[in-house]
């Protein structure tokens, strides 16, 4: 069965500062793959995917996040974050099992931008 | 933002009893599906609707029912409430299945004493 794995529980880091966030999962074979972000008191909202095509993706709010399938990892990268990107961040998989897609999320990391 | 609004918003009840928590879609989305957050497990899928009177259990599916009969609603069924079930409970929507973007309400907050 397919797993998520978000090894970091929370990453502090300075505003202005490079962040990465970790995600690792188990089974490589017809993944889609997805980050979601979930501000304080909302639901979560898609940031990026990758469904196909070129492995590296970015959302419109200058994260990126690269698909390596020799890794089984979907990182997800910002060269500079701010105040704004605090939030909850999920990476979620979804892989076909039997006969239908099934999606799995990670447990999330909680990115807590300092001044 | 995808219309999709969720009710009540919290709700404190106690152990043994029924609660049902409603979810109401505007987008005509085929597929929709309950989720319940807890700290550390990440959101985990509880039952989820590929079509009117169409549902299938999830990976945490046990003392919880779902039924959906209209395309816009889909209901979450707590037979007989437990402090485990404490969550915030979401629900979401995409229109092909789990292999697309799925859209999620504003939650469901539930305190079970």
């Known amino acids: 069965a397919q797993s998520v794995t978000q090894l970091d529980s929370q990453v502090p880091v300075f505003e202005e500062a490079p962040v990465e966030l970790r995600c690792n999962y188990s089974?490589?074979?017809?993944?889609?793959l997805f980050w979601y972000v979930q501000y304080p008191n909302q639901g979560l909202q898609l940031l990026l995917k990758?469904?196909?095509?070129?492995?590296l993706v970015e959302s419109i709010n200058g994260f990126e996040a690269e698909f390596n399938k020799s890794q089984t990892s979907f990182h997800l990268r910002k060269p500079s974050v701010h105040i704004s990107d605090t939030a909850e961040y999920f990476c979620?998989?979804?892989?076909?099992?039997?006969?239908?897609?099934?999606?799995?999320f990670g447990s999330g990391t909680r990115l807590l931008v300092r001044p | 933002d995808a219309g999709i609004t969720q009710s009540p918003r919290h709700k404190v009840t106690e152990t043994g009893t029924p609660v049902t928590l409603r979810c109401h879609q505007t987008e005509n989305h085929r597929y929709m599906y309950w989720y319940r957050q807890d700290p550390g497990h990440g959101l985990r899928l509880i039952h989820y609707?590929?079509?009117?009177?169409?549902?299938d259990k999830g990976e945490v599916s046990d003392g919880y029912s779902v039924s959906r009969s209209k395309t816009e609603d889909f209901l979450l069924t707590l037979e007989s409430a437990t402090s485990s079930q404490t969550s915030v409970y979401f629900c979401?929507?995409?229109?092909?299945?789990?292999?697309?973007?799925?859209?999620f309400g504003p939650g469901t907050r539930l305190l079970v004493l």
């Open positions: 979620a998989v979804s892989s076909r099992m039997d006969s239908s897609y099934k999606l799995i």
């Open positions: 990758y469904l196909s095509g070129s492995t």
């Open positions: 979401a929507i995409s229109e092909i299945g789990p292999q697309e973007t799925q859209y």
């Open positions: 089974s490589s074979v017809s993944v889609y």
């Open positions: 609707s590929y079509g009117v009177k169409d549902t």
